[in-house]
């Protein structure tokens, strides 16, 4: 929809341009979220696409995601050797139900700044251990647990000003065995809850709840957890929720099933996956869930 309060939108091409951010002046990604609802507050925007970016970086360390890389890109990232994790980006991108044309615009860092609990991008970051870097308005660089992003329902550490620059998923991670399930009231409705497991060469395995609560809620073990032992960590769960998209009930118990399923997957023998992969988008129906 148009945002007929909106008189200007700056292109950022410095840093130095986000100073133009405030109460009534917001950043613009892809703005598949910002312009679907009334924002009768802003007049202005500072667009983060015409900083340039680049999408996807690729080091020793791991990868480096800008907060401007869109699904699409993420999704068509080639894997490279020993990237055991791989699959999982194509995985959480299909966590979002939009079609070819959300998946073209939507970035990864509007998808944490948006903050829902059904975020993807949210999920992703989590389940891999990614650490966020924050551009705070003051000219000061935060480096934080992409876990510890989201705080709640649309709730984030970002400030008034402050722009989410990137996310660095670990080397160790892309490395890891994961397994990802997730579920909705639908078969395009808007997660009720997406659960992952990660299991780490060096035996750890950490189980990353999303969508079925507030916030990210991990728990983590030394090696592959019995079944009891995980249904006892994950009734320890207290941030389940409710609303549209499921009640707190069904999420702590669908969680519990998709997290005995996940874990009996690693248990299992791991399955190399494919050399590379191109995945398409989805073509499914426009309507937001
Ligand atoms: C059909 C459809 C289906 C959808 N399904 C889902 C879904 O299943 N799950 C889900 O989570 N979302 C969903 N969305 C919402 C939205 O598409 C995604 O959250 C998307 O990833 C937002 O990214 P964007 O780049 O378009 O953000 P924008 O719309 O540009 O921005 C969203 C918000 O984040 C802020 N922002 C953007 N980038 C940054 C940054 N780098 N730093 C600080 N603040 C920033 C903006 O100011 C704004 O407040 C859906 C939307 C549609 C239209």
């Not at 944490?112 to 989590?126: D, E, H, I, R, V």
């Not at 934080?144 to 080397?171: E, K, W, Y």
Request: hydrophobic share 45%; proline share 7%; charged share 20%.
């Amino acid at each position: 929809m148009d945002l007929n309060t909106v008189v200007t939108i700056t292109p950022a091409r410095e840093r130095a341009d986000l100073g133009l951010l405030g109460e009534t002046v917001a950043p613009l990604a892809g703005g598949s979220e910002l312009f679907a609802d009334p924002r009768v507050h802003l007049t202005g925007l500072v667009d983060l696409q015409s900083f340039g970016w680049p999408a996807l970086t690729v080091t020793p360390e791991g990868l480096e995601i800008a907060a401007t890389c869109t699904l699409a890109q993420l999704a068509a990232l080639p894997t490279r050797p020993g990237w055991t994790a791989h699959p999982l980006l194509f995985e959480c991108c299909t966590a979002l139900y939009g079609s070819f044309k959300v998946w073209n615009v939507a970035t990864v860092g509007g998808n944490l700044a948006t903050a829902l609990p059904a975020g993807p991008m949210t999920s992703l970051a989590a389940a891999l251990d990614a650490e966020v870097l924050v551009w705070r308005r003051d000219g000061s660089d935060e480096h934080l647990p992409a876990a510890g992003f989201v705080t709640g329902d649309m709730t984030t550490v970002l400030r008034t000003g402050d722009v989410l620059r990137s996310i660095h998923i670990p080397d160790a991670s892309l490395r890891a065995r994961t397994a990802f399930r997730k579920i909705a009231l639908s078969p395009i409705g808007r997660s009720g809850a997406v659960v992952i497991g990660r299991l780490d060469r060096d035996g750890r395995f950490t189980l990353t709840v999303t969508a079925a609560t507030l916030r990210p809620v991990q728990l983590r073990y030394a090696t592959l957890p019995t079944a009891s032992a995980l249904r006892a960590g994950v009734d320890g769960i207290d941030a389940w929720f409710t609303d549209a998209h499921g009640a707190a009930d069904w999420r702590a118990a669908v969680s519990a099933v998709l997290a005995e399923e996940i874990r009996q997957q690693l248990e299992g023998p791991e399955h190399v996956p494919a050399a590379t992969r191109a995945e398409t988008p989805p073509t499914g129906s426009e309507a937001r869930p």
